[in-house]
């Protein structure tokens, strides 16, 4: 457990490949690392193709993991209800897609993407593509489930099975009525290597959708900037906590992101659940992005607390598919 622990806070660390982070994962503040701060250049910024002011704090609060259980739809749906949660992607392999596809279909103006998917993190609750199998063979472990880690998965999968399977997730969502309004990547297996990283991008660009790329990432990887087109979203910043924050600390880690908010684009990367019997037993003997850490999560994200942190210091929520407009 303590490798796999190890394994998904390495994952972050891919996704977003940012010089700060420590080993132990992401953190802000005191905490080095899950805040990310990228100066302006003397270009046209990310806000102002937007429409705002240069300094003006622009905010994207995004849960991931829709369609894994019912727990984490019915918090989410909640959370977007309250209007403080603002986006979310989708996991088009998993159980419970049928229902947050209703409420896709539901509500049309809904700001989700899709949360592209070839690992399968749990012990005891798995899935695997929706490619027949034989199709995409190498996508799979030895159990029959996609792999459980993202490194493991990008050692092992055939990059034209991988994209042949992201092809066939879109086109899936769109089946069900899901109209994305942007693309990210589970984990971050789509990050962990140039050619995967190309099939992102050939699915963004395909579908004339934003993905998940902060500019400091660009910034880090040396092939990244080579391999974007000029109208490509990149967004500012990215918050999102890691394990290294206790449960004690949590709303201060949150508190403290906003406070310390930059001028740009930033998302805050969240994720919702409750902590109940469904949830505990999908998370068994995998605290970290687990049953109680998403149901703090919702807590938080959810409260006047929140609310009013985010007046006080004049952040202005916004969505993925605002920054879609950019491309159309």
Known sequence: MEVRVKKKVQAIVAIFA??????????????????????????????????????????????????????????????????????????????????????????????????????????????????????????FDATGYFYLTESEAAAHIDVKEAEAEIRAQ?????????????????????????????????????????????????????????????????IDNVVTIGPEVSAAEWRKYYLDAIESLPAGVTEMIVHLAYDDQEMKGIAFEHPNWGSEWRQRDFDFVTSNEFRDALKKHNVKLITWRELGKLLK
């Open 18 to 139: 940012f010089a700060v982070w420590l080993s132990s994962g992401p953190s802000v503040s005191s905490h080095a690392g899950a805040f990310y701060a990228v100066p302006q250049t003397a270009t046209k910024t990310l806000a102002e193709r937007l429409g705002y002011p240069r300094d003006a704090k622009l905010l994207i609060v995004h849960a991931d993991d829709l369609g894994v259980a019912h727990s984490v739809n019915a918090a989410s749906i909640k959370a977007f209800e309250t209007g403080l949660v603002n986006s979310g992607s989708i996991m088009i392999p998993c159980p419970w897609l049928p229902e947050i596809a209703a409420y896709a279909r539901a509500n049309p103006n809904a700001d989700l993407g899709l949360h592209l998917t070839l690992t399968s993190e749990w012990k005891l609750f798995r899935w695997g593509s929706v490619l027949p199998k034989d199709r995409v063979s190498s996508l």
């Open 170 to 234: 879109i086109a899936r969502a769109k089946s069900l009525g899901i109209q994305p309004t942007h693309l990210d990547s589970h984990m971050g297996t789509l990050y962990q290597t140039k050619e995967l990283f190309e099939v992102l991008l050939r699915a963004g660009h395909e579908n004339k959708l934003p993905m998940r790329i902060a500019r400091q990432q660009v910034n880090s990887i040396p092939y990244l900037n080579n391999l974007m087109a000029p109208e490509d979203v990149v």
